[in-house]
């Protein structure tokens, strides 16, 4: 990514600069973060029937999606990494009938990485708001949160495959911010 491509995609991210991180998921193995006030959506779901429908749901207007290496730290301390979500969590990790040959790390719950979520950020009562984001010239991205949290992502393909997503939640006009490792793209 050249100067000028960068400074577009840290502008484009400047919406959430201040914003409070409300949201931290994951789909498979996407990340999922979600940044400032809540807004009504429009989101698919699959039925039983195999038939999709159109609920309204609240979500954060600003959405991260994460599909390529990240770390979260704290201070100098890495606290959880995308390879965490392919270790079990504690309470599985330590039963006596633990069989690592047939752990189901994409069972919701049930790995380190969720652990890590539920503890830090679905049960913690510290919030978390954006002080500084940081795009370096490979689409790397460095956000940088209150209580000396931080989150870096980091591209880790030099082909087309989609590495993170930014956008607006709800807003059909604005485009999407698209890092890939062959570099910047709007959809």
Known sequence: MNKREQNEVVNRLADIRGKKLNQVSRAGTMINLGFGDFVKSNTAYKTETGRYEI????MPKYALHIDCDFRIACGDTILSSKSDMFQPNADIRNNVDFDEDNFEWDINGANKLDEFIRMH???NELEFYVDNIKVNKFGDLKITLSNDFCIDV???????EECWRYFETGNMSSKHVVIRGTGFDEE
């Open 121 to 123: 950020f679905s049960e």
């Open 154 to 160: 980091f591209i880790d393909t030099s082909d087309t």
């Open 55 to 58: 609920k309204e749901i609240l």
